[in-house]
């Protein structure tokens, strides 16, 4: 889970491009430094929760969550706000994983 991307528009507005669905599933779990983190899965495709909870383990495992202290590209400022994404396979399915803070999403492409 090393190799997050820039590939989402900084510049978007993430949220209202993808509304948090009405069936939007939530795991929850906390951090090795025990703030409560969550993912969500955000496809409309009821995922399993099993595989959820492996995900967020592994999240948690690799401490993905929280502010991140490095800036985007190698650039000279810090962006609190800026959204971090890779993707992850699901079944044979393929989603995208975009981490904020201490929120995880799985999002369809």
Not at 17 to 46: M, S, Y
Not at 72 to 85: K, V
């Given at each position: 889970?090393?190799?997050?991307s820039e590939f989402i528009d900084p510049s978007a507005d993430f949220d209202e491009l993808n509304p ?7 795991v929850t779990g906390k951090t090795k430094r025990g703030k409560e983190c969550v993912l969500l899965d ?68």
């Amino acid at each position: 889970m090393s190799d997050f991307s820039e590939f989402i528009d900084p510049s978007a507005d993430f949220d209202e491009l993808n509304p948090v669905r009405d069936d939007a599933v939530r795991v929850t779990g906390k951090t090795k430094r025990g703030k409560e983190c969550v993912l969500l899965d955000n496809t409309g495709k009821q995922l399993p929760l099993e595989e959820l909870q492996d995900i967020l383990n592994g999240l948690i495992e690799n401490d993905i969550f929280g502010f991140r202290s490095l800036s985007p590209a190698g650039g000279g400022t810090i962006d609190i706000d800026r959204r971090e994404s890779t993707h992850v396979q699901i079944g044979d399915d393929i989603y995208r994983l975009i981490v904020l803070r201490y929120e995880a999403r799985i999002e369809n492409f």
